[in-house]
């Protein structure tokens, strides 16, 4: 059975490895969620979850070209805003709105901050279409005894290390990281894993680190319970890879506990 057509129960983790997760949607510019006063009523909107009006990062593009340089162009990047906290951020621009937080407790309540924002940008921004959506998972697990790749056997699937025998699985590599792209359907998913050493004085030796990127590039019907659909599928082919990636040991060492 391939991991999209599994289910595996969910598990409350003591020492949570999700550092990151990102929801993002991009959409043809919709020009009044960036102008003054749909900025203003889209701020306001938000403020219940989202109080904080936060810095803009700002954006430079490089055209490229014959004859003279041109200096790249530097302006403003989405609107950002957060909560009490520090741990969520809400980015709404003129064509793409995001949904990031470091303090994942549950898909039940990140989806339901992802539908008021996709409410919001659709009655806000009057948006028809969607040209992107996609979720992004970071898991970083670390242990005390874990120092170099070989310790990780312990804790990591023997799938993602390949012939036990591979020059990778030294304990003198520093930094071994995998990337795979695979497609389903209309869908795409980027896995980035694998071990770093981490600086001499960190908190704990190395990291096995778990970058999950599941998105569509399809452009769809800005329907926001399908949009949701698709994220839940999303959510559910994450949790299946993570926990595929990982051994009853890790669970027991990460303090995992079914619900």
Do not use: C
Request: no cysteine; glycine share 6%.
């Amino acid at each position: 059975m391939t991991f999209d057509q599994e289910t595996h129960e969910r598990i409350v983790f003591v020492r949570n490895p999700l550092k990151v997760v990102v929801a993002q949607i991009r959409f043809p510019p919709a020009y009044a969620l960036a102008d003054p006063t749909g900025l203003a009523a889209t701020q306001t909107a938000l403020s219940t979850r989202y109080p904080t009006s936060l810095p803009r990062i700002q954006e430079m593009t490089i055209v490229a070209g014959p004859g003279a340089p041109i200096p790249p162009v530097v302006q403003p990047g989405p609107a950002r805003f957060g909560d009490e906290t520090g741990t969520w951020v809400v980015s709404v621009g003129p064509d793409m709105a995001s949904l990031e937080t470091t303090r994942y407790d549950s898909w039940v309540d990140f989806r339901d901050r992802l539908r008021e924002l996709l409410e919001i940008v659709v009655a806000r921004g009057r948006v028809t279409r969607v040209e992107r959506l996609g979720i992004r998972y970071v898991d970083e697990i670390v242990s005390a005894e874990a120092v170099a790749v070989p310790d990780w056997q312990r804790y990591i699937a023997p799938s993602l290390f390949g012939d036990a025998n591979a020059p990778w699985i030294d304990a003198r590599v520093k930094r071994s990281i995998q990337q795979v792209s695979m497609s389903i359907d209309d869908n795409g998913i980027n896995l980035t894993y694998g071990f770093v050493r981490n600086p001499a004085g960190a908190e704990y030796p190395s990291t096995y680190v778990m970058d999950t990127d599941i998105f569509t590039e399809q452009h769809v019907p800005f329907v926001v319970d399908e949009l949701l659909a698709r994220a839940d599928l999303y959510h559910r082919w994450a949790w299946n890879l993570f926990r595929r990636s990982i051994t009853p040991a890790a669970i027991e060492m990460l303090g995992g506990t079914g619900e």
